[in-house]
C-alpha cells in the first residue's frame, strides 16, 4: 500500500499547489506543542460529526450541487470514506458518519488549507485524491515522524497520524532543505530525509536554558544588534525578548516564524546560518522603528555610541555610524544602507577604542565621562581613579584644569570655564592632547607633575605644593627606577613622555586596598611573582553616611589599636587601622571593651552606610588588615 500511495503522490505532485507563499507559522506551532504532535482539531459541544445522527439542517442542499457537480459530499460512502481518512490524519474527531457537516467542513478547509489547495471546506475529487495519498500505512508514516524529531523539525512523540502538525513540520524540512515545499511525503523529500547529507536542525532552547549553548545564541542576538550587554549563559527575559525582536526580523523578510521570544530550533538555524543577512530597510537621518534601534545598539556594542539604543536615528547617531564608516573605509555618509548594514552586522565588523563624542554635564555617566576622567587622571588633574560619572571630582579636576589651561594654553582655556559642563570641542580638544606634557619649570606643570606622581603613589599628597623640593626629587627617582629610565631625579623630556602616558608603572607596594563606597566592598590585592597585583580578598563593609568617607589615595596607612575606644561616641572597636587622621578601618562596634557587648546592629549595617566616615569591616576581616598590612607595604585607594 506504501509502494501504491508513494506512486499516486508521484503522478499528482504537480497539482496545482502552492508553494510560493507558504508561511513558517505553522511550522513553529508545531515546535510549541510537546507532547501528542498530531492532536485533532477541537470540536464545538455540539457538532454533528461527533456522533452518527443525520445533519439534516447542514446537508448540503440539491441546488448548490447542481451549481457546483464538482462536490462529492452527497455521495454517503465517498464522505464516509473522507472523513476516516481526516480522522486518521488529526483533522476531524469523532466518528465517521457519512454526513456533511460543520466540522466535517471546517476539518476539510483546515486540510485544504495545509495541503495548499483551494480553501473551499467542500470534498473535490482533489482533495478526496489527495486525502486517500496521505492515509499511508502507521508504520511507514511513524518512520518520516521519527525522522523528523531525530532531525529537530518536530517535536513530541511520533503517533502515526500525518496531521498538520507533521505537515508543517515536513514544509519546514522542505524550505530549509531546498526541496518544493507540499508538506506531503513525496520521492524527493524521502530521498534527502533518510540520507547522510540531510540537514539537521539544533537543539532548541528556552527560558530558563543555562551553558556554553546559551551563550552562542546571546553572542550571535549581540552581534546582529538585538541584544546589548555581554553573553552570560542564562536564557532569561532579556534575552528571550531579543529572540522574539529576531523573530520579528525573520517575518519582516518574508519568513513566517511565531514571534514568541522561544529558542525554537528554525529560529537557531537562521540564527546561524552562515552569512546570513539580517537587513530589512536603510537607515538614515530622522528614520524611526525597531531597524533604528538595532543600528544603534550594534554600534554601543561595538563603543562607538555612548547613548543608549532607541527607535529614533537622530544626529548624534548617525554621527557614530559615520565614525564606523570611516573605520571601515566606506562612504561617510551616516546613513545604513546594505552595503555598511552588512558589514556592521558581520562577525567581522570592527570595535573601537573611542565613540563619537559628545557634550556632557554634571551628573551624567558613560564612555565619554570615562574618557574625560582618565585624561585628568593621566594629565595629573585628578588623582581620583576613573568611576565612569561627572561628579564633584571630576568638577574640581576641571576647575584645575581652566586654572592650568590659562597659563600654557590662553586660546583654548576658555572651553573649560564653565567646570559642569563640557562641549563637544571642549571634549575632543582635551583627549587630543592638551594635557601633552610643557617640560616647562613653572608652579603650574610642577604641581601637575606631583599629582601625577600622587596618582601612581610615589608621593603623599601633602608633599603636591608646586615645589621641586626632596621628597619630589625622590619620587621622581622611584618612578624612574620603576619604569626603566635613567635615575636622574630630574624631569627630562623622557621621564615626562612616561610620567603622562597611560603605560606609566605605578609604585609597586606589597598590597593594594581598594574601597568602592557605592558596592560597600574592601578588594585586597597582592603583589605577586608574576609582576601583578591579584585579587586575594573582599570584604564587605559599612563606610561612612553622606559624604563623611573621604575619596583619594591614602600612602600611610598603619595598624594602630588592638581595641580603639571612640569617646565621643562612647564606643569601641576591634582592630583599628588608621588610613589618614580619624578616619579608619576597625571592626564592628561594643559597647565596651568586652566582646560579649557587641552592638548587634551594626553586624547587620554591613554593606551600607552606617559609619560617621570610617570603613566598618566584620572582627575577621579588620584582624586580617591588622594583622598583615604594615606601615609602607600599601596603598588606600577609596573611590
Known sequence: ???????????????????????????????????????????????????????????PSTERLEDNAAYLEEDSEILLSAQRNLITLGYLKGIADGIYGPMTEAALRSFQDASGLSSTGHLDPETLSLLDQLVIDTASTIEFQQRLIDLGYLRGTADGKWGPRSTAAMKSFQELNNLSVTGTIDDASRAVLFSDAVSALPGGLSVGSRGDEVVILQKKLIQYGFLAGNADGAYGQQTSKAVKAFQEYLNAQGRSITADGDGSPVTLYYLYLPDFSTYVSKVSLGSTGSEVKRVETRLANLGYMDATP???????????????????????TGIADRVTSELLFSAAAPSTDRCAL????????????????????????????????YGSDVETALERLYEYAQITAPSKAALFADATHLSTEAVTVLLDGLLEPHGAANEAEITRIQRRLHALYYLGRYEIDGKLGDSTTSAIRQFQSTNGLPETGEVDSETLLRLFSDDAIAKRLPYRVEVSINAQTVTVYEWMDTDEYVQVHQFTCSTGLGNSTPRGIFLDGYPANRWHHFKKFDCWAQYSFEIEGNIMFHSVLYSEKDTSTLREGSVYALGSPASHGCIRLSVKSAQWLFNHCKRGSLVIVIY
Open 1 to 59: 500500500m506504501f509502494k501504491r500511495a508513494l506512486a499516486v503522490i508521484l503522478t499528482t505532485a504537480f497539482i496545482c499547489f502552492s508553494t510560493g507563499n507558504h508561511a513558517l507559522s505553522e511550522e513553529i506551532q508545531e515546535f510549541e506543542i510537546p507532547a501528542v504532535i498530531d492532536t485533532p482539531l477541537d470540536p464545538a459541544p455540539d457538532d454533528p460529526d461527533m456522533v452518527p445522527v443525520a445533519d439534516t439542517e447542514t446537508k
Open 310 to 332: 532607541d527607535e529614533e536615528f537622530d544626529a548624534y547617531a548617525a554621527r557614530a555610524l559615520e565614525l564606523f564608516q570611516r573605520q571601515t573605509s566606506l562612504p561617510n
Open 358 to 389: 559628545h557634550e556632557i554635564t554634571k551628573g551624567d555617566n558613560g564612555l565619554v565621562v570615562t574618557y574625560v576622567e582618565k585624561a585628568l587622571y593621566a594629565g595629573g588633574m585628578v588623582a581620583i581613579l576613573p568611576g565612569g560619572r
